[in-house]
Nanobody
């Protein structure tokens, strides 16, 4: 049974940094298509960043240049480094993974919620002004 576990998250002041991690079990991160999503109170969940099996990445415009998605295949762990955090980044962040591997179709699909098969439990990120 695939499990995605996201420890961490946390609270920081505006302008600060956090690194999210997502460790997979019964699932190999290498060549996988994975992503990070977030949901703020009262808003729909949105795709933030995606990484496909051949190393292509996709980000929403609001985090480009501030967030970086990466993986460590030896640890079966997905990361997202978040810098220059803003109060509007406050949300519950979710790790997600897909059954397919490799190229994973068009890049935009990496930010589509319905493209993913497995989800983590979510971790809270709070950015204060």
């Amino acid at each position: 049974q695939v499990q995605l576990v996201e420890p961490g998250g946390g609270s920081v002041q505006s302008g600060g940094s956090l690194r999210l991690s997502c460790t997979a079990s019964e699932y190999t991160v290498s060549t996988a298509c994975m992503g990070w999503f977030r949901q703020a109170p009262g808003k729909e969940r949105e795709g933030v960043a995606g990484l496909d099996g051949i190393g292509r990445t996709k980000y929403i415009d609001s985090v480009k240049g501030r967030f970086t998605i990466s993986r460590d295949s030896n640890k079966d762990t997905l990361y997202m480094e978040m810098d220059s955090l803003k109060p509007e980044d406050t949300a519950t962040y979710y790790c997600a993974a897909r059954k397919i591997r490799g190229r994973c179709g068009v890049l935009s699909s990496l930010l589509r919620e319905d493209a993913y098969d497995y989800w983590g439990q979510g971790t809270q990120v709070t950015v204060s002004s």
